[in-house]
């Protein structure tokens, strides 16, 4: 297959990016741009008409994805075809939004009834803690459920319960511990009562070092406040695809929720990882969400390339990184629910695409995954938004609103709403140096002032943002929206030829973690490496002496 930056539609994008007119103008021209460049799924409207695209940046962008073969691989990753080269694993979180009577084969064996199986079995559990049925060791029900885990194990889980607030159970607090900084545990637990409490310990491998160090130092906690080692199942339960390990550290295998390496990480909400929003939300709320991420796949899968949200979200990410040099971007949510969905869809395409190599080990000759941030609106617009609307850098923006709030009061929604689509307004047409003038008309300042202050107040103008919008955020839209980043970000690294799927960068870091824990914890002063690491691990001996 033809490289990337080889295709006949790079060079023409390359030409054609530069010459397109400012998006002032382009609205001016047709007045039904909105109509062209805006579309619905799955509760979900996608506004794209504020990107820097007209018809023919648009079609050349679709035939960079046909010639890449993307449908090919959408395809793919669907059928469970070990697109995941370097661990030799499917890709199919998909899997665990399936329908009961599909067939989704991994290595020969239908995995649908197994994903079931364990449907079912986080069905029974959430129903016997939240009737009470589940006992803590003196026979009261659980008030407090204390989630550790890291990486996907806490991002998903937490995001989603933060995002999906309205629809707890109200008898349930949730708390989530992730850091291996004492000071997280320590601070949660200062919360909870080991008669009451329920920790589930949340980790696909069972061998990250900090969950690992969090749910030894949970244990300890427990048995030092009252409970006893037998007291263990009615207080731990564990997540994860080895369950033999997690059998060995000692936790009840009925306990056990398994998912599978045909899981990633940072795809893993809708697994058993899941259970801490089943628990606070319910099941049937947990299968919406399921439901509404199915949707968005069906969407993928069956929509025509020119009417696919994933794929017009994925492409204009391409476009800006790898024609306009773009270097992050960032996701404004203007609900306050929604605050940590960029920290959410940080790691979801960081870790994803945040690579160098093409699947095939070759050095890419083209810039990837860009830095994803992002906070709630409208507290940014009183921070970093100065630096979208002035600065220098080029920051495409996607707005996420829902039309209805939770909490309907006076004229608050109706003033985020508008800030957030006059914030997509201003990026776009910008101020021109003659209307800052113009604005200054009445002033008192001389002629110099005033120019001098007009051309502080120009903005360029023309950057881009996608606008999305949703009648109101429930379990269903939230699973389409995430979903649909899901994909977005499977856009890109399939375009791309990276392996979205491993992680090798974050291994490096750990292997070296634990070799200067070894020096820290040694008798020796620390000589072998560099001289920085070995001063700082001097400093750090001494001071514990
Ligand atoms: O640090 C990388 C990572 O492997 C993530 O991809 C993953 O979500 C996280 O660590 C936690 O891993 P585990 O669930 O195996 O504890």
Redesign the pocket.
Known sequence: MTKLTQQAAWAQLEAQTKQLPHMRALFNADPKRFDKMALSACGLLLDYSKNRADEQTLNLLFDLAKTAGLSEKIRAMFNGEIINNTEKRAVLHTALRANADEVILVDGVNIVPEVKQTQAKMAKFVQAVTSGKWKGYTGKAITDIVSI???????GPKIVTQALRPYWNPALKCHFVANVDATSLCEKLRLVDPETTLFVM???????Q??LTNTLSAKAWFLENGGAQADIAKHFVAV???VAKATEFGMDADNIFPMWDWV???Y?LWSA?GLPIALLIGMDNFNELLAGAKAMDKHFVEAPLESNMPVIMGLFSLLYGNFYQAQSHVVLTYDHYLRGLPAYFQ?LDM?SNGKSVTLNGDKVDHSTGPVIWGGEGTNGQHAYHQLLHQGTALIPADFILPLQSHNPLGEHHVQLASNCIGQTQALMQGRTFDEALAELEGSSLSQDEKALIAKHKVMEGNKPSNTLLMNKLTPETLGALIALYEHRTFVQGALWDINSFD?WG??LG?TLGNDVLARLQSQQEATALDASSNALINLYRRSTI
Do not use: M, Y
């Open positions: 885990g890291i990486g996907g194990s806490f991002l949340s980790s696909k491998s069972f061998g990250t900090e969950t994860t695809s080895n990633g990480g940072r893993s990882i790691q870790e992680q974050v291994e750990k």
